[in-house]
C-alpha cells in the first residue's frame, strides 16, 4: 500500500475501509464505511476510471461521509457508507457480470455492515448481479428501482424553496437555471423546471447530449468550460462534485446553488465563500436526498406513494430550517447543516 494510501486512511474520521484489488479486471474494489451510528451503513456503489487508487480511496471516503450526514439529516435509521470500483475502463457484457459477483463477495463478507445501491456508472440492472450472491442491496429491479426520478424531485422542491428566500416567493417562470450535467437526475430536473416556467441553460460534458435535451424544453446550451462564469439566477451542479472551490467561487454568477451533485464544495470553508459573496447555498446531502427517501423508504420503512412525496416535500422544509439558522447565528448554510448533522448523530 502506498503513502497516500496510507495517509487518506490515518486521516479519515470514519470506521471501516474494505479494499481489495480484483486482478482478473485489474480493478480497485474499495468499500469505506463512515459510521454505523444510526444503523447500518448506506451508500451507492460507483464505477470509474479514476488516475489512481488513492484518487478513488478519496472520493469514496468523502462520499461515505456524505451519506452519513444525509441520512442524520434526513432522520432515517441508517448510517453512512460508499463503495468505488476504479475500473481501467468502463466493463460490460459478460466481464461487467463477473467483475459485479466478485464485488458482491466483497460486500457480503462484510456481514450487512454495509448496503449498497446504485451511483454513478451502476444501474438497478447490475445491482441485481450483485444480488445473485449478496443480500445487501436496495434499490434493485425486485425492489425499488432506480432512485435519479426521485432524486431530482426532491432537488426540484428544494430549489424551489431557495428561490423563495431569495425572491420572496417560490415561482419559477422567467428564472434562469443553469443545469451542469445531464444524466439521469440532471435531465429529469430539467424536465421539471421547464414545465414551470424557468428559463433553462444547460451543459454537459456530452455537448451533443446537452444540445437535444434543450432542444426537446426549449432551452439553451452552454459550453461545459463556461457554465461555472456563466450569469443565472440558480446554478445547479448536477455531475460530479467539487465545482465549488476558492478558484471557482469568485467567478460565480449566480444569486443561488441547489442541485444534486454529490460533495459540490471543494473544502468545508467554500460555504463560508459562498455566504461572503452573498450567494445562497442549498447543501448537497440536504437536497440531493430524494434517493434515499425512495430506496430506503420503500424497502426497510414500508413506505408508499404518499409517504415518499412528503418525505421529497420535506427537503424543502429542511432547507427553510438551516436559512433560518444560518441567518439567526452569522453562519454558512454548510455550517448549519453541519451542526443538524451533529445534533441528530448526537442523540444517536
Not at 450483485?130 to 424531485?153: D, K, L, W
Amino acid at each position: 500500500m502506498d503513502a497516500e494510501f496510507t495517509q487518506l486512511l490515518e486521516a479519515w474520521d470514519g470506521e471501516e475501509v474494505a479494499i481489495r484489488y480484483d486482478r482478473v479486471s485489474r480493478t480497485w474494489m474499495i468499500v469505506c464505511i463512515h459510521s454505523r451510528r444510526l444503523g447500518p451503513a448506506g451508500g451507492g456503489t460507483r464505477m470509474k476510471v479514476y488516475e489512481s487508487p488513492a484518487e478513488a480511496l478519496r472520493d469514496g471516503t468523502r462520499l461515505a461521509a456524505g451519506m452519513t450526514a444525509k441520512f442524520a439529516v434526513a432522520g432515517l435509521p441508517f448510517g453512512g457508507g460508499k463503495a468505488v470500483l476504479a475500473v481501467p475502463t468502463l466493463p460490460a457484457g459478460e466481464e461487467r457480470r463477473e467483475l459485479l459477483h466478485r464485488y458482491g463477495e466483497l460486500v457480503c463478507s462484510l456481514g450487512g455492515r454495509y448496503l449498497t445501491g446504485c451511483d454513478m456508472n451502476t444501474t438497478p440492472a447490475d445491482l441485481d448481479v450483485i444480488a445473485e450472491v449478496c443480500p445487501h442491496v436496495f434499490g434493485n429491479s425486485a425492489g425499488s428501482g432506480e432512485p435519479g426520478p426521485f432524486t431530482a424531485r426532491g432537488v426540484f422542491h428544494g430549489l424551489r424553496a431557495s428561490v423563495a428566500r431569495a425572491d420572496g416567493g417560490p415561482s419559477l417562470q422567467g428564472k434562469t437555471v443553469l443545469v451542469q450535467g445531464v444524466g439521469s437526475v440532471g435531465a429529469r430536473l430539467a424536465t421539471l423546471l421547464a414545465g414551470e416556467g424557468a428559463d433553462l441553460l444547460l451543459t454537459d460534458v456530452d455537448a451533443t447530449r446537452a444540445a437535444e435535451l434543450a432542444a426537446s424544453l426549449g432551452g439553451r446550451t452552454v459550453d461545459a468550460g463556461d457554465a461555472l462564469a456563466t450569469e443565472c439566477d440558480v446554478y445547479a451542479p448536477c455531475a460530479t462534485g467539487g465545482t465549488l472551490t476558492a478558484a471557482s467561487i469568485p467567478a460565480l454568477r449566480c444569486r443561488i446553488v441547489a442541485g444534486a451533485a454529490n460533495n459540490q464544495l471543494g473544502a468545508r470553508d467554500d460555504a463560508e465563500r459562498l455566504r461572503e459573496r452573498g450567494i445562497l447555498y442549498a447543501p448537497d446531502f440536504v437536497i440531493n436526498a430524494g434517493g434515499i427517501f425512495h430506496n430506503v423508504g420503500r424497502e426497510s420503512l414500508g413506505w408508499g406513494d404518499d409517504e415518499v412525496e412528503t418525505a421529497l416535500r420535506g427537503i424543502g422544509d429542511t432547507l427553510r430550517e438551516i436559512y433560518e439558522r444560518s441567518d439567526a447565528d452569522g453562519i454558512s448554510t454548510g455550517r448549519a447543516a453541519d451542526e443538524l448533522v451533529e445534533a441528530r448523530l448526537a442523540a444517536g
